[in-house]
């Protein structure tokens, strides 16, 4: 992709506007977690927040079956990941931390394996940008031992990935 972000965030606006119309707490949650990604990777960690805030909130364990039988993933936990890297950018560390071992907690206790694993990675991302190499190299291995056994072999390249900074950092 082309990373095509205003006409995403369009998108992800009209999405939203449309759920409010229509009352389902699941899509209400989807339409959040849509536009609080397209922020995120914009760089508008500030605007961003309330977005991810709102799809995690309002996410409940009955919306993830669906979630993962649609979208391949649990979007409330994602939506906490992001609001962890978008809170640890901010400098609201201990927030950002707190964020990111809920989400590591939630995703464990799914037993959903690309859940698990998306998750893993974003916690070696976030140590990584703190410069907690050890840290980084515990989490990434356990993804990678994870994305072998079942066979996620694009989420174990990003491991891999910080992997090796960590190694080389330390």
Same mark, same amino acid.
């Given at each position: 992709?082309?990373?095509?972000?205003?006409?995403?965030?369009?998108?992800?606006?009209?999405? +939203?506007?449309?759920?409010?119309?229509? @009352?389902?707490?699941?899509?209400?949650?989807?339409?959040?977690?849509?536009?609080?990604?397209? +922020?995120?990777?914009?760089?508008?960690?500030? =605007? =961003?927040?309330? @977005?991810?805030?709102?799809?995690?909130? @309002?996410?409940? &364990?009955?919306?993830?079956?669906?979630?993962?039988?649609?979208?391949?993933?649990? &979007?409330?936990?994602?939506?906490?990941?992001?609001?962890?890297?978008?809170?640890?950018?901010?400098?609201?560390?201990?927030?950002?931390?707190? @964020?990111?071992?809920?989400? +590591?907690?939630?995703?464990?206790? +799914? =037993?959903?394996?690309?859940?698990?694993?998306?998750?893993?990675?974003?916690?070696?991302?976030?140590?990584?940008?703190?410069?907690? =190499?050890?840290?980084?190299?515990?989490?990434?291995?356990?993804?990678?031992?994870?994305?072998?056994?079942?066979?996620?072999?694009?989420?174990?390249?990003?491991?891999?990935?910080?992997?090796?900074?960590?190694?080389?950092?330390?």
């Amino acid at each position: 992709g082309r990373g095509d972000y205003p006409i995403a965030q369009a998108l992800s606006e009209d999405l +939203l506007e449309l759920v409010q119309q229509e @009352h389902d707490p699941a899509l209400f949650v989807e339409a959040h977690y849509s536009l609080g990604t397209v +922020l995120f990777w914009r760089g508008e960690f500030v =605007a =961003a927040r309330p @977005h991810l805030t709102q799809a995690f909130t @309002h996410d409940t &364990s009955q919306h993830v079956p669906t979630q993962i039988s649609l979208y391949g993933t649990a &979007s409330g936990l994602l939506a906490r990941r992001y609001a962890s890297l978008a809170l640890g950018a901010l400098g609201y560390l201990d927030q950002a931390k707190q @964020h990111l071992q809920e989400v +590591l907690t939630q995703a464990q206790e +799914l =037993a959903h394996p690309l859940s698990w694993g998306q998750t893993l990675v974003n916690a070696g991302i976030f140590h990584h940008l703190q410069r907690q =190499a050890p840290i980084t190299q515990e989490r990434t291995e356990a993804l990678i031992t994870l994305c072998m056994e079942k066979d996620l072999l694009v989420v174990a390249t990003a491991g891999m990935v910080l992997r090796g900074w960590a190694l080389v950092a330390q």
